[in-house]
């Protein structure tokens, strides 16, 4: 699932070239309230494929020297791996309509893209990610760490699931709307169903 096309058609291009006064319900990474831009940093990706939409990442101390010489401090954005913590745990990806798409049309930054993230610790920042399982308002949030059959790193979800140690416990983080699954639209195949999380500082 690669970003790194820089490709300007449908599938692997830009995900918007059109704008409407009636915006869809949402999609993973879309911020839900436009005050929430506030809140938001930009830095470097650092993933070699990338990284998809409304994922949760943390940063990576870089060589300064490198491609990211002019991020201030020297850090890229990384997905989660087995024995993340939650101090390591920085934010999540914003979608960005001049983010490319991979070969399924999900939205994403390249390496060495600068990308926008919600940071975890400004209070109030509300934000739709993906979720392969029913979320309800209330349910704890877990932030995925190894992939398994329904989730892959970065993403969200309600419960532990079979492996524990596989996922990470985000206690300043809440689900406020339940599960929507997004109508048909021929640039996504099998759009993802989403939910809304708050981060609440």
């Known amino acids: 699932m690669s970003f790194s096309t820089g490709y300007r058609g449908t599938v692997g291009g830009a995900v918007q070239t059109s704008y409407t006064d009636q915006p869809g319900a949402g999609v993973a990474g879309m911020l839900a309230f436009a005050s929430d831009i506030n809140l938001v940093d930009a830095v470097h990706i650092g993933e070699p494929d990338g990284i998809a939409a409304g994922r949760g990442v943390v940063y990576e101390n870089v060589d300064s020297t490198l491609n990211h010489s002019m991020q201030r401090p020297d850090v890229a954005a990384k997905l989660p791996e087995l024995g993340t913590t939650i101090d390591q745990f920085k934010g999540i990806l914003v979608f960005d309509e001049r983010m490319n798409s991979n070969s399924n049309g999900i939205p994403g930054w ?19 990610v993906s979720c392969p399982l029913t979320v309800n308002v209330g349910d704890s949030v877990w932030m995925q760490l190894v992939a398994d059959a329904d989730y892959q790193p970065g993403e969200f979800r309600p419960t532990a699931g079979a492996t524990p140690a596989n996922v990470l416990a985000i206690p300043n983080a809440q689900w406020v709307i339940t599960t929507i699954v997004p109508a048909i639209v021929p640039e996504v195949e099998n759009p993802p169903a989403i939910a809304m999380i708050e981060l609440l500082g």
């Open 110 to 128: 390249a390496d060495g893209r600068v990308g926008r993230v919600l940071r975890n610790n400004r209070s109030g920042g509300r934000i739709y």
